[in-house]
Nanobody, 123 residues
Framework: QVQLVESGGGLVQPGGSLRLSCAAS????????MGWYRQAPGKQRELVAV???????NYADSVKGRLSISRGNAENTVYLQMNSLKPEDTAVYYC?????????????????WGQGTQVTVSS
């Protein structure tokens, strides 16, 4: 079983910063890509940023220059540094792990999601 645990959400004023963390655990042999998605009330879940195992990154246009994704020194961890936050960044942020190769009696490949962490940007 693979679990993704997120932390770091909260309430911040416009222009402020937050750092989200996500750690994947379980019988993981490898992860192709990790990332962050978000879902605001009444809207569909959207990509925020992703990072491949090789370090390539991709960002939503709305967050370029303000949010930065990175992989941690610990295996299968990912961070999202969020600066210059705006009210429109308010959402539940979900960590994802894509193309996860899980070991065991039978090797499998699946995608996994975290439980989500609330980020609220408001004065």
């Amino acid at each position: 079983q693979v679990q993704l645990v997120e932390s770091g959400g909260g309430l911040v004023q416009p222009g402020g910063s937050l750092r989200l963390s996500c750690a994947a655990s379980g019988s993981i042999l490898s992860v192709n890509r990790m990332g962050w998605y978000r879902q605001a009330p009444g809207k569909q879940r959207e990509l925020v940023a992703v990072i491949s195992s090789g370090g390539s990154t991709n960002y939503a246009d709305s967050v370029k220059g303000r949010l930065s994704i990175s992989r941690g020194n610990a295996e299968n961890t990912v961070y999202l540094q969020m600066n210059s936050l705006k009210p429109e960044d308010t959402a539940v942020y979900y960590c994802s792990a894509e193309g996860v190769v899980v070991g065991g009696i039978r090797v499998s490949v699946s995608d996994y999601w975290g439980q989500g962490t609330q980020v609220t940007v408001s004065s």
